[in-house]
């Protein structure tokens, strides 16, 4: 379930590459970053990640694990390979088979992520803020307080691609419909695919 879980969600995020309606939150943030910071974006991708590491050992421990590095060191390639596979496949989609990505992408990405959460074998550095924001601080469900997470993601990446020098009409590339979806749907998607998918899977495994 870790495993399948990760490469569903790296599948998942090159799916929303190609709608181009905006990316994740955490990717949103990212591409602020990026555009902010004069260093590559894989350098800059493992820092950043390895700051919300160091927090994750602090806060609660319980939540690294051989998923949290399989998706540290294997997102990026899967996603890579999956964005080029569908621009081979798909080089001029049209707007209707672009939303039917960005859909299809949220779907996947929650039910992937909800896949390798609950097989508590780890979580990414980003998903583990959220569990231990929800779970061992106390200050809400999940899916509200991740949905927290990927506003302030969201605002985060848009500010710093701002003071990088982008101006208001570029945001789109950066926090589009897509990643706006995504900041208010995912908590609650991941929630509902934990409780009626991914636990009684797990369950029934054991």
Wanted: with cysteine.
């Amino acid at each position: 379930m870790s495993l399948a879980g990760v490469l569903i969600c790296a599948v998942s995020v090159g799916i929303f590459k190609i709608a181009a309606f905006g990316v994740d939150p955490f990717q949103s943030l990212m591409s602020g970053l990026d555009n902010l910071i004069p260093i590559p974006f894989g350098t800059l991708y493992v820092l950043v990640n390895l700051v919300l590491l160091v927090f994750s050992l602090l806060a609660d421990r319980r939540n690294i694990g051989i998923a949290t590095f399989i998706n540290l060191f294997l997102l990026g390639y899967i996603t890579q390979f999956t964005y080029e596979l569908l621009q081979v496949l798909m080089p001029d989609p049209s707007v209707l088979v672009r939303s039917l990505c960005l859909i299809a992408g949220i779907v996947i990405i929650c039910f992937g992520s909800s896949l390798y959460m609950t097989a508590n074998l780890g979580v990414s550095t980003y998903d583990a803020v959220a569990v231990v924001l929800s779970g061992k601080w106390k200050l809400g469900q999940f899916k509200y307080v991740r949905i927290c997470c990927d506003l302030v993601c969201v605002l985060l990446g848009t500010g710093f691609f701002l003071l990088a020098g982008g101006t208001v009409a570029q945001i789109p590339t950066i926090a589009g419909v897509g990643t706006v979806i995504t900041a208010f749907f995912m908590g609650p998607l991941i929630q509902f695919f934990c409780d009626h998918v991914a636990i009684p899977l797990l369950e029934k495994g054991n």
